[in-house]
């Protein structure tokens, strides 16, 4: 099994405390998602913070006619620090999300680290290289272009 790296760094122009509020929250994970992605948080998270053990189960859209139920555990998290998801039931063979986030006085920087693999052997390294690894990178750039617009400089 090929296991891919995404690894994404973005400065937040906020408090460690401002942004660890932010992105523990799960029902943030909506507001950085591409639209077209059609992404729907099925579990009731309103109000609830990320913490280890919690599951979350969505549904995602990642093509036309291309929807996956999807579910997540946070398996580790350190308040203010990092917390990781990983996929129990999903789209990938694989999936381990860390999101790091680290004071540097008057901004943050958050380090996602995404380590990840394809199911059906040769045909899903076809498919990643043909289409998935674009869309992941896609998907990060649009957060980073939305969290910019949330954490202004």
Do not use: C
Not at 37 to 65: C, D, E, W
Not at 71 to 98: C, L, M, N
Not at 132 to 152: A, E, H, M, S
């Amino acid at each position: 099994m090929k296991v891919y790296t995404l690894e994404r760094q973005t400065i937040l122009n906020t408090s460690l405390d401002k942004a660890w509020e932010y992105f523990s929250r799960p029902e943030n994970l909506n507001e950085i998602t591409p639209d077209d992605m059609q992404f729907r948080i099925l579990t009731n998270v309103s109000g609830k913070k990320m913490h280890a053990g919690m599951i979350i189960n969505y549904r995602i859209q990642p093509a036309p006619f291309m929807s996956f139920g999807w579910t997540t555990e946070i398996s580790q998290s350190e308040d203010k620090h990092f917390f990781v998801d990983e996929q129990r039931f999903g789209p990938y063979a694989f999936w381990h999300h860390q999101h790091i986030f680290e004071d540097k006085g008057n901004h943050v920087l958050m380090t996602d680290i995404v380590n990840y693999a394809m199911p059906f052997g040769p045909l899903g390294r076809i498919v990643h290289a043909l289409w998935v690894k674009k869309k992941l990178q896609g998907i990060f750039d649009y957060r980073t272009t939305v969290i910019n617009r949330i954490f202004p400089s």
